[in-house]
């Protein structure tokens, strides 16, 4: 995939169109960047447009400038669209990039095709108690990053992952991630119980691995059942499914897809 850098902004993007059809977007979990696609960009070449972004403070999108904050997210996605002409899209969140899809269809619905979201909530019905355990848990894992990124990656590859495989693949990512670009992540609460529910004109899909942790599992099983949508629940997986799982994962997804299109 072809790296880009988005005019007048922090924000590092990756791209391949060569497919005649329809784009797909992923957006990454929190402490990686995009190549936690890696498998995924390998099964959907040919099959998609495709596009990848690195979340402001992650990867390659560290140019920040003053008032850059990851409020304006969806808003640089949309000057990526813009740029090469995409009119809508699929999109791919896992973890943190489950909230940034669903905040960009929040403010640019007539562009999502279809969200599919793992490892995440729903940002428009985010219960209280359960924001203020994801938020004391994320508090104890900060601390230990701010003593020692290898001590913090060594223990969020756990978290994280589930296979030995995806462990290292995590932690390998993980270990490059900046201290610095925590102040980034503070924004994320106002994305949060901010919009209004109401009905989707779009397809959605909600999902998490058996070894994720309990309230994950409770989260996405209780979503699925008041929005009515597709869930999976992935055997053998933990908290980013599509490094864990990826072969059950990209047929999944791509099954999701051309139902879609049926």
Known sequence: MEKLYLDNSPIAYYIEETASKEWL????AAFVDHRMFEKQFDYFSGKYNLLAVDILGHGNSIRARKGDSVEKMSYWIDLIFQKHDIS???FVGVSLGAVFIQDFANKYENKVLSLSCFGGYDINNFDINKQKANSKNQMKMMI???????????ANKKISAYTDEAQKAFYDLNIRFRKSSFK???GLQKLVNRYPEKQRRYALSVGCGEHDIPMEIEIVNEWAEYENCEKVIFKGAGHCVNMDVPQEFNIYLENFLQEIGS
């Open 184 to 186: 980034y992540l503070a």
């Open 88 to 90: 809508a899209a699929h």
């Open 25 to 28: 977007v992923f957006v990454h």
């Open 144 to 154: 230990k990053a701010l003593f020692s990124i290898k001590w913090f990656s060594k």
